[in-house]
C-alpha cells in the first residue's frame, strides 16, 4: 500500500521559516513526479509545487520566490522550503504522488494524510 506521511508544521510568526517533509514508501519513488497542495481554512485545494521524475521544478504564483521543494530519492522523502511564511499561507499541506500526461502533471492518486502550518503573531 502507498503511503505518504508529511512532518514539519507547526506555528510560526509571519517572516519566519519552515520546512516541510514527506516520508514515501511501497512504490518506487524516484520514478514519479511529486506535488504539494494545500488547502487554507474554508477554501478548496490550492496546488504549491511540483517536482517530477525528470528534475524539474515548478512552482503557483503564491509561493513563488519563497518556497523551494526538493526530494531525496535515496531516503524517499519529498521536502518544502518554506520562507518569508505570511498568513495567508495558513492551511493544511499535503503531499501527493503525480499521475502524469506527456511529462505534465495532471492530478494525483495517492495523497498523505496532511500537515497542519499555521502562521499568526
Known amino acids: 500500500e502507498v503511503q505518504l506521511v508529511e512532518s514539519g508544521g507547526g506555528l510560526v510568526q509571519p517572516g519566519g521559516s519552515l520546512r516541510l517533509s514527506c516520508a514515501a514508501s511501497?512504490?518506487?519513488?524516484?520514478?514519479?513526479?511529486m506535488s504539494w497542495i494545500r488547502q487554507a481554512p474554508g477554501k478548496g485545494l490550492e496546488w504549491v509545487s511540483s517536482?517530477?521524475?525528470?528534475?524539474?521544478?515548478s512552482y503557483a504564483d503564491s509561493g513563488k520566490g519563497r518556497f523551494t521543494i526538493s526530494r531525496d530519492n535515496a531516503k524517499n522523502t519529498l521536502y518544502l522550503q518554506m520562507n518569508s511564511l505570511k498568513p495567508e499561507d495558513t492551511a493544511v499541506y499535503y503531499c501527493?504522488?503525480?499521475?502524469?500526461?506527456?511529462?505534465?502533471?495532471?492530478?494525483?492518486?495517492?495523497w498523505g494524510q496532511g500537515t497542519q502550518v499555521t502562521v499568526s503573531s
Open positions: 501527493a504522488r503525480g499521475i502524469t500526461v506527456m511529462g505534465v502533471v495532471i492530478g494525483w492518486d495517492y
Open positions: 511501497d512504490f518506487t519513488f524516484s520514478t514519479y513526479a
Open positions: 517536482f517530477t521524475s525528470r528534475g524539474s521544478t
